[in-house]
């Protein structure tokens, strides 16, 4: 799709109500939902994170948006597919100010090229006691990734076509952070498997953007 038209549609895309566990719990196992549902008392003592899925026009005006790959390390999140993003800090005034900070940091993105287009449902990452705000934002500029070396393994461009695309679902066996392996609902991204909490996260925008597009 055309950066051009992307914009004139996503400018509506405030006025869209969330829908929130609908979109979340295509892409979870049955078992998982009825975890979900259960986790309010965890989300009240969940440290805090900001994502941010950031959409804009590769060099032939075409959409797309940026997922990072992250190093392989000791802990829940190694390897995975994600949004730029991270935890809260101290000089983050908000969860939006941690976002567009950590999207800085992690793939070089200026700030103040930014727009944030809306603020979508929060997601809670039971392994890491993390209650993630993602964030939808544009940039009118195609960027020149700078990846950080320490956290950032690849920046994976994903055109928007490819993503709405329903051959893009798949399911997948994988192993979970408690070392079981369970078939799960995901999307197949550039040839990187995407599941978890940023497929939920997806799987909102997506149900977001087929109301626009």
Same mark, same amino acid.
């Given at each position: 799709m055309?950066?051009e038209?992307?914009l004139?549609?996503v400018s509506k895309? /405030?006025?869209?109500?969330?829908?929130?566990?609908? !979109?979340? @719990?295509?892409?979870? &196992?049955?078992?998982?939902q009825?975890?979900?549902?259960?986790?309010e008392k965890a989300?009240?003592?969940?440290?805090?994170a900001?994502v941010?899925a950031?959409f804009?026009?590769?060099?032939f005006?075409?959409?797309k948006f940026?997922?990072?790959?992250?190093n392989?390390?000791?802990?829940?999140?190694s390897?995975q597919?994600?949004?730029?993003?991270?935890?809260?800090?101290?000089q983050?005034?908000?969860l939006?100010?941690t976002?567009?900070?950590e999207?800085f940091?992690e793939?070089?993105v200026q700030t103040?090229?930014?727009?944030?287009?809306? /603020?979508?449902?929060?997601?809670?990452i039971?392994? !890491?006691? @993390?209650?993630?705000? &993602?964030f939808i934002g544009i940039?009118?500029n195609?960027?020149?990734?700078?990846?950080?070396?320490?956290?950032?393994e690849?920046?994976i461009e994903v055109?928007l076509?490819?993503?709405?695309?329903e051959r893009?679902l798949?399911?997948?066996k994988?192993?979970?952070?408690?070392?079981?392996?369970?078939?799960?609902?995901?999307?197949?991204?550039n040839d990187?498997i995407?599941?978890g909490?940023?497929?939920?996260?997806l799987?909102?925008i997506?149900?977001?953007?087929?109301q626009l597009?």
């Amino acid at each position: 799709m055309r950066f051009e038209e992307f914009l004139k549609s996503v400018s509506k895309i /405030k006025n869209i109500p969330l829908p929130a566990e609908a !979109s979340h @719990f295509k892409m979870v &196992p049955p078992f998982r939902q009825e975890v979900l549902k259960k986790q309010e008392k965890a989300i009240k003592k969940a440290k805090q994170a900001g994502v941010l899925a950031l959409f804009y026009p590769d060099k032939f005006e075409n959409t797309k948006f940026v997922l990072i790959l992250r190093n392989t390390y000791k802990g829940v999140h190694s390897a995975q597919i994600a949004f730029p993003g991270g935890k809260l800090e101290n000089q983050d005034a908000t969860l939006q100010d941690t976002a567009l900070r950590e999207t800085f940091e992690e793939v070089g993105v200026q700030t103040e090229t930014v727009q944030i287009v809306k /603020k979508i449902s929060q997601v809670y990452i039971p392994p !890491s006691n @993390f209650y993630v705000q &993602p964030f939808i934002g544009i940039t009118e500029n195609t960027p020149q990734f700078i990846k950080q070396d320490d956290e950032v393994e690849a920046v994976i461009e994903v055109d928007l076509e490819h993503f709405l695309d329903e051959r893009s679902l798949i399911l997948k066996k994988v192993k979970t952070s408690y070392s079981v392996e369970v078939e799960v609902p995901a999307f197949k991204l550039n040839d990187y498997i995407v599941w978890g909490a940023t497929a939920m996260m997806l799987s909102e925008i997506k149900d977001l953007l087929k109301q626009l597009l």
